[in-house]
């Protein structure tokens, strides 16, 4: 590795880390760029979800009223103060949300700028991205990509696909013991474009087929208090447990037996990654960039959205079934292994960042240029 003074240094501009993939995305590569010579700092409001033991191997610094109308102006100049003291080569902006305020700086320092999205915008929102210094925009599935090109109006050139990678651990996780009351568990952001609602109906079902299961939902968001009250009315409350302060979902995964993905839009799925690599089975529905990774009877199970009929068929398909669960579990992990290794993020986003640094300012625009 080089020496850290002749490091690409690189700023990795966020809102409040929360425990979902954006914020586990970003964490990922403030840990792993320094292994490609790239040295990364976080620049966020807040970072509740970084344990204190990840927080002592990144360089972090909070503003906790970035957000705030009346506190804004100040958190951003001392920002900049802060940044010109050190400037970095170019802004990594983690989600849209942040655009705004990372074009501001950007800007100012006079600085290219990088764009993560993680999952499909609104129907109201529109992105603009027209950096001054010029950029990139980075999706993590080609499903995602095709779309933000058809609304954006970035040329297809300008946005790359680079999957979300995960950390792989070299052991995979033991198969449950016999006898053991099995656990079958969603996780991410509570929000009801997530599915978690229909996760729910599905577990009534399972249980309705006669099997003994425990049903884990881990994390929280506005949903929580719907969900709840759902699991009361289904009657299942005493079979589900709600987990709503995680900080790393892979302190969760390791102790379930069937992980669930009932999303009704989805970039693509970094949990599930995490539970694939695990060797855990999946259950997904076909939504978004899901489909990159799950294959159908391979590395998980396919269902509709919205269908929780079908997706209690499966859950109970896997718990029925031994060597379904340990097959699709293995091929789950493999496919990790291959394409969804964190280092091949890391890798590629590498390559981006150097990219930029090294053409001419000018952002192609679809209908400036040759279209595709």
Same mark, same amino acid.
């Given at each position: ?81 802060? /940044? @010109? &003291?050190?400037?970095?080569? =170019?802004? +990594? ?5 942040? #655009?705004?305020? $990372? ?23 529109n992105l603009r991205f027209r950096p001054t210094m010029g950029g990139k925009i980075i999706t993590v599935s080609e499903q995602l990509r095709a779309d933000l ?50 996760? /729910? @109906? &599905?577990?009534?079902?399972? =249980?309705? +087929? ?5 049903? #884990?939902?881990? $994390? ?103 060597? =379904? ?48």
């Open positions: 590795m080089a020496n850290e003074s002749d490091d690409l240094n690189v700023l990795l501009l966020a809102g409040r880390m929360t425990a979902r993939g954006s914020s586990a995305y970003t964490l990922r590569l403030a840990e792993r760029l320094r292994e490609v010579d790239i040295q990364a700092q976080i620049a966020c409001e807040s970072a509740d979800c970084i344990p204190a033991s990840a927080r002592s191997q990144i360089s972090l610094a909070e503003y906790p009223h970035l957000n705030m109308p009346l506190w804004r102006h100040f958190v951003i100049r001392d920002l900049l103060d802060s /940044l @010109r &003291a050190n400037p970095p080569a =170019l802004i +990594h902006v983690q989600t849209p949300a942040s #655009l705004k305020l $990372g074009e501001q700086i950007a800007t100012a320092l006079g600085l290219p700028l990088v764009l993560t999205v993680h999952s499909f915008l609104g129907s109201d929102t090109v058809r609304r954006s109006g970035v040329s297809p050139h300008d946005v790359r696909m680079i999957h979300s990678g995960v950390e792989f651990p070299e052991v995979e996780a033991p198969p449950p013991a016999e006898g053991r009351v099995p656990v079958v568990a969603t996780a991410g952001p509570l929000e009801p474009q997530k599915g978690q609602e229909y996760f /729910l @109906r &599905a577990a009534r079902r399972v =249980l309705d +087929h006669g099997l003994d299961v425990e049903f #884990l939902v881990a $994390g929280s968001g506005p949903s929580e208090p719907a969900l709840r009250r759902l699991a009361g009315e289904l009657a299942i409350a005493p079979h589900v447990t709600f987990v709503p302060y995680v900080q790393r979902y892979s302190d969760v995964l390791g102790a379930i037996d069937v992980f669930c993905l009932p999303s009704l839009q989805q970039g693509l799925g970094t949990i599930m990654l995490e539970a694939m690599a695990l060797g855990k089975p999946v259950v997904a529905t076909n939504v978004g960039g899901v489909s990159a990774a799950v294959r159908d009877g391979q590395t998980g199970l396919i269902v509709p959205s919205q269908d929780d009929a079908a997706l209690a068929e499966k859950i109970v398909a896997i718990l029925e079934n031994r060597d =379904l669960a340990q097959r699709i579990g293995r091929g789950g992990r493999e496919l990790v292994r291959e394409s969804f290794h964190v280092m091949q993020m890391v890798n590629e986003t590498a390559n981006v960042y150097r990219e930029v640094l090294d053409e001419p300012v000018k952002l192609r625009v679809l209908g400036e240029e040759e279209e595709e």
